[in-house]
């Protein structure tokens, strides 16, 4: 369903101190789930903001500074692959939106949240299918969590090259998989994934 196709978005609440909430990494087989929340300025709006895969990582970068110089209050958190295992991808998601929303230096009023389930946190709030792409404090917070994630995977990439991780991010990739079985896993990747469960019951 293209964007247009979806009706127009009604929001329950008129202040300012609304934050939008958003995560990256449900996918990859490796590394921590991010999340982030920002609450905009409605006096000093960003241009450009969209969900985060439609943008270059050099826009996501550009967006990112702004972002941070402009928003009245924005955090980032996350879920480590320890908690991914432990709760699994959906509550471990959930408890990294969670972590960012309490991390804002300002207590929001208001929570829009991309995707189809409230994160459980006692902040009102809204669930807004790929709210990435129709609200631009959902995109914020997406952009924030995408360059996040992204700067660990290339960290992560700087230690262990052999994996690829500056190019798949983690991703279940042909290039990544290959590499987890002539290397095998290594202390950051998610054992609960189908790949890595299935690898690790032939050992």
């Known amino acids: 369903m293209s964007e247009s196709a979806f009706p127009q978005l009604v929001i329950d609440y008129q202040g300012h101190l609304l934050a939008g909430v958003d ?22 709006p960003i241009a450009g903001l969209t969900d985060s895969k439609k943008l270059t990582p050099q826009r996501r970068v550009e967006l990112d500074a702004e972002i941070r110089d402009k928003a009245l209050a924005f955090a980032v958190a996350e879920a480590c692959h320890a908690e991914v295992d432990e709760l699994n991808i959906y509550h471990a998601t959930h408890l990294a939106m969670r972590r960012a929303i309490d991390a804002l230096p300002l207590v929001p009023e208001y929570l829009l949240v991309d995707g189809n389930r409230l994160p459980g946190h006692h902040v009102p709030g809204q669930a807004i299918v790929k709210g990435d ?14 360059v996040a994630r992204d700067a660990q995977m290339v960290a992560l990439d700087a230690l262990f090259p052999e994996y690829g991780f500056a190019r798949h991010k983690g991703y279940a990739t042909p290039e990544h998989l290959d590499a987890l079985e002539r290397l095998g896993p290594l202390p950051e990747h998610r054992r609960s994934f189908a790949p890595l469960k299935g690898q690790l019951e032939l050992l």
Not at 23 to 44: F, Y
Not at 133 to 146: C, G, T, W, Y
């Open 23 to 44: 995560e990256v990494g449900r996918g990859p087989l490796i590394g921590a789930v991010v999340a982030a929340a920002v609450i905009l300025d409605p006096l000093r």
């Open 133 to 146: 792409a129709r609200h631009p404090a959902i995109a914020a917070a997406s952009i924030l969590a995408k």
